[in-house]
């Protein structure tokens, strides 16, 4: 979609509050000449008509009155543009994290995080000056002109003529210096993208830089990136300070030639003082909405560059929502089925290819195989982060394609390998998967999760901050933080991708007891790339190239020549 098509249709969505910002703006002007007129007035009386101060004294109370109103109304009328630009930024900023969400992490895999966050930041906020400025302040620039030709001609035709004539200049200024301005903004905007995603990445891997003795050379980059960006906003700045060089230029130009003939003509005789006066007062207010448009003109051109990379990532696909959601009925006992289920992630890469999996409710299934056999795409199939090409996975006997992904997400937990903790309290991370619930289940999920006892060593127990990613935690206690956010949970199916993976022997013992005790009477998935966690399993599922090759318990499929068995002796050569 073109960016000044959606730019103006999410003008639509704060219609009203534009409107009114538009009026009461028309209402100002027309106060103006009302102004214009009493000033002339008062000056004419007073100073060629011989009137004392009480002759004129009914005008100078309508001028105050007038004054008055003119302050209010541009200050509803700001309120009133911002109102508007509020609401347009609120609804962009949630459109854009909707469909994020609804992209998934893996369709945003190839984005960098920086980026990202630089768009529904920095990005939305680059809007508010088009809506809350330029939009009205363009209606204003057609109409209170207008207003003002219809006094003045009727006063002076010839000063009319003139303003008629100079007034379609500024805007033709505008759009010859815009044309370069416009691509300008784009490549700023593409910079400032870029820069935050480098300087994003460089602090989350600080630690990595200084050991590899590589931060030198990143703050090279980072100074090189700046400089860039430095030099953009430098060149759309000159644009901008040209333009309104210019405007002001042929407004002044114009404004001096009225003040000339006006001049002339009332030392010749042919024009009133109140009528020459009055047609002064407006002249520069003529011009004045049209410079204040030239002003917030690369408000346009800033909304345009940032309006790019929002509607680009809005426009990236994302699949579609269920026609008519089904909900899945209240039950702690699900099965899981996959049922022919192929997944293609491109063009030659098949991550899944026929696989079927029955998983009876309550059963605790290990996933193995070698790295790419298709064990994770798995669990993204569950999760709703992918869906097949062919096949169809199937809840207690429901399509999940047809169920609500909201309402099925609710059902299931998820322990990652690498948990991802939040900037906050540690009560405040084992609340994720649900909210309402008191301390006393926090303690409950921690006692489980066998984290109850680190946890109240910490400084300030539950209420201690933890950084982001876990900073301030070892390894182990952050994936038993993980698990009690599954206990805490208490959802009837749950995911685990070998959470044990990058621990020592004991962490790895006390993670293997909670998750027994998380798995008990739920529907259990394990992802297994430690051989020795598996042997719990009711089944073991052995996927090699995106299909099944083998199924059994431990003990069965070691009695068999098969991928299971080779694996289990390369696991134990290496250990």
Not at 171 to 183: C, D, K, Q, S, Y
Not at 374 to 383: A, D, E, H, P, S
Request: aromatic letters at 6%.
């Amino acid at each position: 979609m073109n960016v000044k098509i959606w730019l103006n249709r999410a003008s639509a969505r704060a219609a009203l509050p534009l409107r009114a910002a538009v009026a009461l703006g028309i209402c100002g002007g027309l106060l103006l000449i009302v102004q214009a007129w009493f000033l002339s007035g008062v000056i004419n009386g007073a100073v060629f008509g011989h009137r004392g101060v009480a002759a004129v004294m009914p005008m100078l109370w309508a001028l105050l009155v007038v004054f008055a109103l003119r302050a209010g109304i541009a200050w509803a009328s700001e309120r009133m543009a911002f109102r508007a630009a509020a609401g347009i930024k609120l609804d962009v900023r949630r459109q854009l994290l909707e469909h994020l969400f609804a992209l998934g992490p893996l369709r945003m895999v190839t984005e960098r995080a920086g980026e990202l966050a630089s768009t529904v930041t920095d990005g939305v906020e680059a809007l508010e000056a088009y809506y809350a400025r330029f939009l009205p302040q363009m209606a204003l620039a057609a109409l209170v002109p207008l207003a003002i030709l219809a006094v003045v001609f009727p006063l002076d035709w010839i000063s009319g003529l003139v303003l008629l004539v100079t007034a379609p200049m500024i805007p033709l200024m505008m759009v010859f210096i815009g044309r370069n301005a416009e691509t300008l903004n784009q490549r700023q905007w593409r910079r400032l993208a870029r820069l935050s995603a480098h300087f994003l990445d460089v602090l989350q891997g600080l630690t990595t830089l200084k050991l590899f003795n590589a931060s030198r050379r990143e703050v090279a980059v980072v100074a090189q990136l700046s400089d860039d960006y430095r030099k953009s906003t430098m060149a759309v700045l000159r644009i901008a300070f040209l333009s309104s060089l210019a405007l002001e230029f042929l407004a002044t130009v114009s404004i001096a030639l009225v003040a000339v003939l006006i001049g002339f003509r009332l030392l010749w005789g042919e024009l009133g003082f109140r009528a020459g006066f009055l047609i002064l007062l407006l002249a520069p207010e003529f011009y004045l909405p049209l410079r204040a448009l030239g002003t917030h003109y690369h408000a346009r051109m800033e909304a345009i560059g940032a309006g790019e990379r929002i509607v680009q990532l809005l426009e990236t696909p994302a699949p579609p929502p269920p026609v008519a959601a089904m909900v899945l009925p209240a039950t702690r006992r699900i099965g899981i089925g996959l049922h022919n289920v192929r997944c293609v992630y491109e063009p030659g890469r098949v991550a899944l290819d026929g696989v079927s999996i029955n998983i009876a409710p309550g059963e605790r299934v290990a996933l193995v195989g070698p790295s790419g056999a298709g064990k994770t795409t798995v669990v993204n199939l569950l999760l709703g982060f992918v869906r097949p090409e062919a096949g169809e996975v199937l809840i207690n006997g429901l399509a999940l394609s047809e169920l609500d992904p909201q309402q099925w997400l609710e059902h299931v937990a998820w322990v990652p390998q690498n948990p991802r903790i939040f900037h906050g309290t540690v009560h405040d991370n084992i609340c994720l998967g649900r909210t309402g619930a008191g301390r006393d289940a926090v303690r409950m999920a921690a006692r489980l999760a066998l984290a109850e006892e680190f946890i109240e060593a910490l400084p300030l127990g539950y209420d201690t901050i933890v950084g982001e990613g876990g900073q301030g935690l070892s390894g182990g206690q952050a994936q038993r933080l993980a698990l009690a956010r599954a206990f805490f949970k208490d959802a009837p199916v749950v995911l685990l991708d070998e959470p044990s993976a990058n621990l020592d022997l004991e962490n790895e013992r006390r993670l293997i007891t909670g998750i027994g005790l998380l798995a008990k009477d739920r529907t259990t998935i394990t992802i297994a790339h430690r051989l020795n966690t598996v042997t719990r399993a009711d089944r073991i599922v052995v996927l090699d190239r995106g299909q099944v090759v083998e199924t059994g318990t431990h003990r069965e499929l070691l009695d068999r020549p098969g991928l299971y068995r080779r694996l289990v002796g390369r696991y134990a050569e290496a250990g």
